[in-house]
């Protein structure tokens, strides 16, 4: 574009472009379908306002969160231009204001969330609206199994096809698999015109560190930054509401904010960190897309996050000014074991949950970087850089050491044991450790069986951890998390190339809390699709999670993995009723396929009663064409010999006495029967 506009002074106050911004202003004005990925704080918004005022008609802007609509429309009508929003938040004022606007033809800008697409009424209300374009903002909301689903996104692309107006969409987080996500969703996979602006923010220094007191860590990090406004997200509720706290108490202003908060509330907390100078937001992810704080000057994680692109987008929060601002990743052995847990959990097919345990391989690969993060995070989005100067690593080179060995003794371990078992089962193997598992197998009997006595168990958790980072291991979601290789691992394990590891993370994993778990790490992969399965039965039901089963059940089942419908009668919670209701599903999530079992047979589970049929109708089987296979076929049906087990007849006469067996069948079967019933004693 040459020159910029004159909208761009005169409404805006800007005398030029940001880098990249005059090209994609261009595109949109000009009517052409546009993807846009631009770093946060790189001005995306004026990409679609601007247009929107150099255009004839009305720009409908779908944006998910009230807040950032609010504020978003409260500073275009500040600058003097037609601007409103459709949302719940709105007072009946507001919307009748809107409305006004509309029908005179002055509104230029029209605001709504995707849950207003919902209603059948919006393609209308837009067409007679004279909607000439539509821009997506958080485009990426639009993938299903990204970290910021909202469902309703994916009504965005009908809507574009009803009005058969230009879509330009925008997002600061999207590789290479979402952005093909909101061409085929949004763009209905027409190509669009393509804007990659970088991911590089290099105002942000970046920095991560292993838990070790993570609230005294959190807490001197922000007192090194007192009277700087920051946010620290948290992994749970009831976590923000803590440390919040114990931020005030140490001085700060803190509060908190979550979804599970009244609305009021959280419009308070939004109110107040917009307005007040060097306040602390402890919160959680809802806490997210509607920030647009220019002045944030730090943010923390006192959890890992989801992902790479949940984290790019959270510390993304910071620095919006362009001035220096600093970010903090705490993260632990308890964070990667929720984590896993939570894709295990969810009811994503086998390979989305595969992508998204490799998505957080990378994220871990961050943590565990051997050189600047700036230059790993940007690999991940395919951008290429040096080294930046401004990250922990490159303050401080970490220590590294030749893992090559130990790399190579693990690997071994999972080639042996042919890629069925987790990190757990492993390390016991390499450090020789005699479990019953270990026995019942007989893998101390394996040539890596005791060669690894070099680390300590937790020490050989964190190797297994940066193998991870490194993506030469990965769960397996239909294993219930067994470990296997990458081919980026076959060198390593045939001695074609060497690995480095971080000495640090090894020498402070000893030192580390322990994390009381509901199971072993062994376990807990099976535990997350023990509770995926009773999860997707809840809402098939639509009954809460613990109606099915409860977590002490499922604990249970995970570790005593029963492979018979007897074994799962003797697991505590599973009655007879949910045995039937339930049983063969459990039993297939354990063993991967569950065996038939007859009603009659499956309500003696768990008793003496039911081995004995189980033998009845084995001898059945044989003699059912007599003892030289020629004769009549003759069979008894199962509630006879249900009968039989149950009462256990001690002679030919009282058998003879049972329904069903007449003169013919006695003949065939009693003497074999009873013989059954007298080794039972």
Same mark, same amino acid.
């Given at each position: 574009m040459s020159g910029a506009p004159p909208l761009l002074r005169d409404v805006f106050g800007f005398d030029a472009f940001r880098p990249g911004q005059a090209e994609i202003v261009e595109a949109v004005a000009g009517g052409e379908n546009v993807l846009a990925i631009m770093p946060t704080g790189g001005g995306k918004s004026l990409c679609f306002q601007l247009p929107a005022l150099m255009r004839? !008609?009305?720009?409908?802007?779908?944006?998910?969160?009230? &807040?950032?609509?609010?504020d978003q429309v409260r500073a275009l009508q500040e600058a003097?231009?037609?601007?409103? &929003?459709?949302?719940?938040? $709105?007072?009946?004022?507001? /919307?009748d204001a809107v409305f006004a606007a509309l029908n005179d033809g002055r509104l230029k800008l029209l605001y709504m969330a995707p849950e207003r697409l919902a209603s059948g009424a919006a393609a209308g209300l837009l067409r007679r609206a004279g909607v000439s374009m539509i821009a997506v903002d958080e485009a990426h909301c639009v993938s299903q199994w990204g970290h910021d689903f909202r469902p309703d996104y994916l009504r965005i692309g009908a809507l574009r096809r009803a009005l058969d107006v230009p879509l330009a969409a925008f997002t600061a987080t999207a590789d290479a698999e979402t952005q093909e996500e909101i061409v085929e969703k949004l763009f209905d996979g027409a190509a669009p015109r393509r804007f990659l602006h970088g991911f590089d923010r290099p105002n942000l220094h970046l920095a991560f560190a292993a838990k070790n007191a993570p609230r005294r860590q959190i807490l001197d990090f922000a007192s090194a930054r007192r009277g700087q406004s920051g946010i620290v997200y948290c992994g749970t509720r009831a976590k923000t509401e803590t440390l919040a706290r114990a931020l005030a108490e140490? !001085? =700060?202003?803190?509060?908190?904010?979550? !979804?599970?908060?009244?609305?009021?509330?959280?419009? /308070?907390?939004?109110?107040?960190?917009?307005?007040?100078?060097? @306040?602390? *937001?402890?919160?959680?992810?809802?806490?997210?897309?509607?920030?647009?704080?220019?002045?944030?000057?730090? *943010?923390?994680?006192a959890d890992l996050p989801k992902s790479i692109e949940a984290y790019y987008q959270e510390i993304g929060r910071a620095g919006r000014d362009g001035a220096p601002a600093e970010t903090l990743t705490l993260f632990g052995p308890d964070d990667i074991? @929720?984590?896993?847990?939570?894709?295990?959990?969810? @009811?994503?097919?086998?390979?989305?949950? &595969? &992508?998204?345990?490799a998505r957080l391989n990378a994220l871990l690969g961050l943590a565990e970087a051997l050189e600047c993060r700036r230059k790993t995070l940007l690999g991940y989005f395919g951008e290429a850089g040096g080294t930046c100067g401004r990250c922990d690593l490159c303050d401080t080179p970490p220590e590294v050491f030749d893992a090559t060995t130990a790399v190579r003794k693990a690997l071994s371990a999972i080639l042996r044991t042919e890629e069925w078992f987790g990190a757990g089962h492993l390390i016991d193997i390499l450090t020789g450790t005699e479990t019953d598992k270990i026995k019942a197998r007989r893998h101390d009997t394996l040539p890596t069986f005791g060669v690894g006595t070099e680390f300590t168990r *937790?020490?050989?958790?964190?190797?297994?951890?940066?193998?991870?980072? =490194?993506? @030469?291991?990965?769960? $397996?979601?239909?294993? =219930? !998390?067994?470990? /296997?290789?990458?081919?980026a691992a076959r060198p390593i394990l045939r001695g074609e190339a060497n690995i480095v590891l971080r000495r640090d993370s090894i020498r402070t994993a000893d030192r580390r809390p322990a994390v009381k778990a509901l199971v072993g790490d062994e376990d807990a992969p099976l535990l997350s699709a023990l509770k995926a399965k009773r999860r997707a039965l809840a809402e098939s039901a639509r009954v809460p999670a613990y109606v099915i089963f409860t977590d002490r059940t499922l604990v249970e089942m995970a570790q005593l993995r029963p492979d018979s419908i007897d074994a799962m009668a003797r697991i505590g919670g599973v009655g007879a009723k949910k045995l039937e209701r339930y049983g063969d599903t459990f039993l297939a999530v354990i063993n991967g396929a569950a065996d038939p079992v007859h009603p009659t047979r499956r309500k003696l589970a768990g008793q003496a009663s039911g081995a004995l049929y189980d033998r009845l109708i084995d001898i059945q089987n044989t003699l059912s064409r007599g003892t030289d296979g020629t004769q009549k076929y003759l069979s008894c049906t199962h509630s006879t010999l249900r009968a039989i087990a149950e009462r256990r007849p001690a002679s030919l006469e009282d058998m003879g006495r049972l329904p069903g067996m007449g003169a013919q069948k006695l003949d065939r079967f009693g003497a074999a029967f009873l013989d059954v019933l007298r080794d039972a004693g």
């Open positions: 004839d !008609g009305v720009t409908v802007v779908i944006s998910p969160l009230i &807040a950032l609509m609010r003097g231009v037609e601007a409103g &929003a459709l949302t719940s938040g $709105n007072t009946q004022e507001e /919307t140490s !001085g =700060h202003s803190a509060t908190f904010y979550h !979804g599970g908060m009244d609305p009021d509330d959280r419009r /308070t907390t939004e109110r107040r960190f917009q307005q007040e100078d060097g @306040l602390i *937001v402890v919160a959680t992810v809802a806490f997210g897309m509607g920030v647009d704080k220019p002045d944030i000057r730090w *943010v923390a994680h074991r @929720l984590r896993r847990s939570q894709i295990d959990e969810g @009811l994503a097919p086998p390979e989305r949950r &595969a &992508a998204d345990h *937790v020490q050989w958790q964190a190797v297994f951890r940066q193998m991870m980072g =490194h993506d @030469l291991v990965r769960p $397996n979601p239909e294993r =219930h !998390g067994a470990l /296997t290789m990458t081919d």
